[in-house]
């Protein structure tokens, strides 16, 4: 089957380049196994996008629905490769099917950073989890901790105090990444916030029931009496379908130009997975919406 252009991946990078390709007038497939709407998915609350206020699924189908309104054909489906023939006709292999296709969009975003401490596999869906959104409600009136200093962070951690007796908000710096409303909402909040502090292990026996904490100055240890670790300490590049074809940086980002087109001609990566300044919706938006109106102006 073929496709003027493949995108692969359905978060808001993605889904905007579908919106954009399919008004002008563009067969457009959308493959994506992890469900529409990528990180958006995860997100609790959105204040930072212009025009929306609400919760990020909501989004999500709203960006879902403008992109099929326009043609865009959506399959639940595993890429495995992509390529190029000798002809310049690009290929999308997934478990099911091998698509042929004229340009191809990336848009596989980046999955969370875990700590690489003991007990963090050990205990992952039994008290440790890398999304608040989705597991929070499990651990209504107990004690949880979030690990991170950025906005995600910051924002699970003010998420969870809503419901949640206590809430702690480790870092292992006194200076924070989040943005500074963030940090005014979290010191006129109940949560406790813990400076120079690392976790150094996550203790339990069927569910976390404490985990230690480092002191990054004094080198002293303690432990906090917690039922869940939320971490948020930064995201990882899914971009294992470009090693040894496309130009990667030193943290595996796909490397583009303005135009997102990556080392390859008809090839593009848009959103998280890309070497870019700022990850947040109306970034990864423009993106799409970049690499789409590119490939509109060659077809």
Do not use: W
């Not at 200093?149 to 702690?168: E, I, M, Q, R």
């Not at 409303?181 to 029931?209: A, C, H, P, Q």
């Not at 917690?226 to 590049?237: T, Y």
């Not at 303005?258 to 070497?275: C, F, L, P, Q, W």
């Amino acid at each position: 089957m073929d496709f003027d252009v493949i995108v692969i991946g359905a978060g808001p990078a993605g889904l905007t380049a579908a919106l954009y390709l399919g008004r002008a007038n563009l067969k457009t497939l959308i493959l994506d196994s992890t469900g529409i709407g990528g990180q958006l998915n995860y997100s609790y609350e959105i204040d930072n996008y212009p025009g929306f206020f609400g919760k990020g699924f909501e989004l999500a189908q709203k960006m879902r629905e403008q992109a099929m309104k326009f043609g865009g054909v959506f399959s639940s489906e595993r890429v495995l490769e992509i390529g190029v023939f000798e002809d310049g006709t690009k290929f999308v292999k997934t478990r099911k099917n091998e698509y042929r296709t004229k340009s191809i969009i990336i848009a596989t975003g980046a999955s969370p950073r875990p700590l690489d401490v003991d007990g963090e596999k050990e205990f992952t869906g039994r008290g440790v989890s890398y999304c608040a959104t989705c597991d929070g409600a499990f651990f209504k009136d107990k004690n949880v901790a979030v690990v991170g200093g950025g906005n995600t962070a910051f924002a699970d951690a003010l998420y969870l105090s809503k419901f949640c007796h206590s809430v702690f908000l480790i870092h292992r710096r006194d200076t924070f990444r989040a943005s500074a409303f963030l940090i005014d909402k979290v010191k006129n909040s109940k949560i406790l916030v813990r400076t120079n502090e690392v976790v150094e292990k996550i203790v339990g026996r069927d569910m976390v029931n404490s985990i230690v904490l480092k002191n990054t100055t004094t080198s002293d240890s303690t432990v906090l009496d917690v039922s869940a670790l939320f971490i948020a300490v930064g995201r990882l590049p899914n971009s294992d379908l470009g090693k040894g074809l496309l130009s990667l940086d030193e943290n595996g980002y796909i490397i583009t130009d303005e135009n997102m087109r990556t080392n390859i001609d008809g090839i593009y990566a848009v959103g998280d997975i890309r070497k870019t300044p700022l990850r947040q919706i109306i970034t990864a938006a423009a993106d799409g919406a970049v690499a789409a109106n590119d490939i509109a102006l060659k077809m």
